[in-house]
């Protein structure tokens, strides 16, 4: 069973940039579509960002298309998220997650999760 660990977020200036990284133990990133959903007070998780198993693909919610870029690193077993422009609308925890069928918009379908890293965008 596939562990996501998850490193990085913190707080950054409106305008500035951060990376989250998230690390597969016992399982091989190639064998999983992973995705990063955001989580705000009081709200479902949303998805932000998707990418198919050997990385060919990705998709983008609107909100961070564009500033937002997730990819895969075979050498690490780790997917990461690039965030550039970010503003307070960003605040949220971030959630890598991975299921092994395609890349759902929908956090029930997803069968694997990290824990969450807080990013904190300040005005």
């Known amino acids: 069973q596939v562990q996501l660990v998850q490193s990085g977020g913190g707080l950054v200036h409106t305008g500035g940039s951060l990376r989250l990284s998230c690390a597969a133990n016992g399982g091989a990133i190639s064998e999983y579509y992973m995705v990063w959903f955001r989580q705000t007070p009081g709200k479902q998780r949303e998805f932000a960002a998707g990418?198919?198993?050997?990385?060919?693909?990705?998709e983008y919610a609107d909100s961070v298309e564009g500033r937002f870029s997730i990819s895969k690193h075979d050498a690490k077993n780790a997917v990461d998220l690039q965030m550039n422009s970010l503003t307070p609308e960003d605040t949220a925890v971030y959630y890598c997650a991975a299921r092994p069928n395609s890349i759902s918009y929908y956090a029930e379908d997803y069968n694997y999760w990290g824990r969450g890293t807080q990013v904190t965008v300040s005005p």
């Open positions: 990418i198919t198993r050997f990385g060919s693909n990705t």
